[in-house]
C-alpha cells in the first residue's frame, strides 16, 4: 500500500508553493526520511522528506506546478519482498589501478546541485569548504573558477554585416524585421517565487501605508574609534568580527524602547504594542532580498548578535535559511552603506511601521565648536507609517538613535 507525500505546513502566512524540482523520479528507490521534492515558497526553499522506505510510484505534481498544503506531491509504495536472485554485480568506477570504488553519497546546498548541473559537473570532484560537509555554492563557484569554465551566459551570435544599400524609406516590413531581431537578443527569465514576492510586499507597503521618511547625520567618530581599539580582541575572544550593525542593532532598541510607537502594528482599527524587539537584518542573497529577525534581540549581547548575523548571512548564501529564522519582525534595518550607498529611502516591510536605512561611511566636514573639522559621517534614513507614527516621534526617534550612536557607552546603560 502506498504513502503519500504532502506539502507541509509551510510557516506563518504562507499557504502555497512551487514544486521547484523532483530530488528523485518515478520507479527510484528511496530511503525513510531521504528529501524527494524541493519546493519554493514566497520565503525560503524547502525538501520534502520521503515519510517511509520503498519507490517512488508517482510523481502527482510536476516541476514548476503551484500546489497548496496537504496536497500530494507524490506516492510511496514498499517494495515486496523477494527472493534473491543471482544478477551481476553493478557496474562501478574504476580506479587508475583498476580498482572499483563505491560512488560516495554527496551533500550539497540546493543552489550548488543547480549549478552543477547547468554546467555539467560532478559534485564528487568538488572540494567542500564547509565544516558540516555540504558543498555550497562558492565551493562550485571556486571549482568553476579553477577549471577555467565560464560561469556567464553564452553571448548572442554576431550579426553578419551586410554591403551599405541605399538609404531607403522604412515600411512596416522593415520595421517588423528589426523589431525581431532585438527579440531575437532578449532573453525571458520567469521570476521566482521569492521576486515575485518581494516586488508585491514591496508595491503592498507603497499602497497601504503612509509612508514617509525623514533623514538624519551622525558622526561616526567614536564608534570608528571603539571598533580599531577592540576589533582584534573582540575577534580572538568571540571568533567574529565587530560590525556596524550591531551598534545600531543595539541603538535602534534604546529607540524602540523610548518611542514604543514604532515597534507596533495596525491590526484593522486596533494598535498592538509589542513589548519584544525582534529586530529583522535585511541580507542581500543570490535569489532576492530577505530578512532573517533577531528574536528578543534586547536580551542578546553584542558577541550573540554578530554571532547571529554572521550565521545569517551564511544561510542566505547556502540557501539554507529556514521559515523560522524568517517569520516574524517587529521593526528592521537594512544597510545599502556595503554597497556604497551614500542615501536612500528604505521602503517598509509590513506589517511594521518602520524601517532603519544604513549608508556608507564618508569623511565630511562639520562644524564643532566653531571651528570645522573632518569627521567620519554615515546619513541615516527612517521611513515610517504616518498612519501610526507622527512626525514628532519619528524624528526623535532618529535623533535618539543618533545621540547612541555618537555616545555608543551609553548603548550600555540602554542594555
Excluded: C
Excluded at 558540516?132 to 554576431?158: H, M, N
Excluded at 532578449?186 to 501605508?209: C, F, M, N
Amino acid at each position: 500500500m502506498g504513502v503519500n507525500i504532502v506539502v507541509p505546513e509551510l510557516g506563518e502566512s504562507v499557504v502555497d508553493a512551487t514544486v521547484l524540482r523532483w530530488l528523485k523520479q518515478e520507479g527510484e528507490p528511496v530511503r525513510a526520511d531521504e528529501p524527494v521534492v524541493e519546493l519554493e515558497t514566497d520565503k525560503v526553499n524547502l525538501e520534502v522528506r520521503a515519510p517511509r522506505g520503498g519507490t517512488l510510484a508517482r510523481i502527482g505534481h510536476k516541476e514548476g506546478e503551484d500546489v497548496k498544503i496537504g496536497d500530494v506531491l507524490g506516492v510511496v509504495e514498499e517494495v515486496a519482498a523477494q527472493a534473491p536472485v543471482a544478477t551481476p554485480a553493478p557496474s562501478e568506477p574504476v580506479k587508475s589501478d583498476g580498482a572499483t570504488t563505491a560512488k560516495e553519497e554527496i551533500r550539497a546546498t540546493p543552489i550548488a546541485e543547480r549549478m552543477a548541473s547547468e554546467y555539467h559537473i560532478d559534485l564528487h570532484a568538488v572540494p567542500t569548504s564547509a565544516a558540516d560537509g555540504r558543498i555550497t555554492r562558492q565551493d562550485v563557484e571556486k571549482y568553476l573558477e579553477q577549471q577555467k569554465v565560464p560561469t556567464v551566459s553564452p553571448q548572442p551570435a554576431p550579426v553578419e554585416k551586410k554591403e551599405t544599400a541605399p538609404i531607403q524609406r522604412e515600411t512596416a516590413a522593415t520595421s517588423s524585421m528589426e523589431t525581431t531581431r532585438r527579440a531575437d537578443r532578449e532573453e525571458r527569465v520567469k521570476l521566482s517565487r521569492r521576486r515575485q514576492t518581494i516586488a508585491r510586499r514591496l508595491v503592498e507597503g507603497l499602497h497601504t501605508a503612509a509612508m514617509l521618511t525623514t533623514f538624519n547625520e551622525i558622526d561616526m567618530s567614536a564608534v570608528v574609534e571603539l571598533r580599531q581599539q577592540r576589533k582584534e580582541s573582540f575577534k580572538q575572544r568571540y571568533g567574529v568580527g565587530l560590525g556596524i550593525t550591531v551598534f545600531f542593532v543595539k541603538a535602534a532598541i534604546g529607540a524602540l524602547k523610548a518611542f514604543p510607537m514604532l515597534n507596533a502594528e495596525i491590526q484593522n482599527d486596533e494598535m498592538v504594542l509589542k513589548h519584544y524587539y525582534d529586530i529583522g537584518v535585511a541580507v542581500a542573497a543570490s535569489e532576492g532580498l530577505v530578512v532573517p529577525v533577531l528574536r528578543d534581540a534586547d536580551r542578546m549581547s553584542f558577541a550573540e548578535i554578530e554571532k547571529a548575523i554572521d550565521e545569517m548571512a551564511r544561510k542566505a548564501e547556502t540557501g539554507t535559511l529556514s521559515l523560522e529564522d524568517l517569520r516574524g519582525g517587529t521593526f528592521t534595518i537594512t544597510n545599502g552603506g556595503i554597497f556604497g550607498s551614500m542615501m536612500s529611502t528604505p521602503i517598509l516591510n509590513p506589517p511594521q511601521v518602520a524601517i532603519l536605512g544604513l549608508h556608507k561611511i564618508e569623511e565630511r566636514p562639520l562644524a564643532r565648536d566653531g571651528q570645522v573639522v573632518i569627521r567620519p559621517v554615515m546619513y541615516v534614513a527612517l521611513s515610517y507609517d504616518h498612519r501610526l507614527v507622527d512626525g514628532r516621534e519619528a524624528v526623535q526617534f532618529l535623533v535618539r538613535v543618533k545621540e547612541l550612536i555618537e555616545d555608543p557607552t551609553a548603548l550600555l546603560l540602554e542594555g
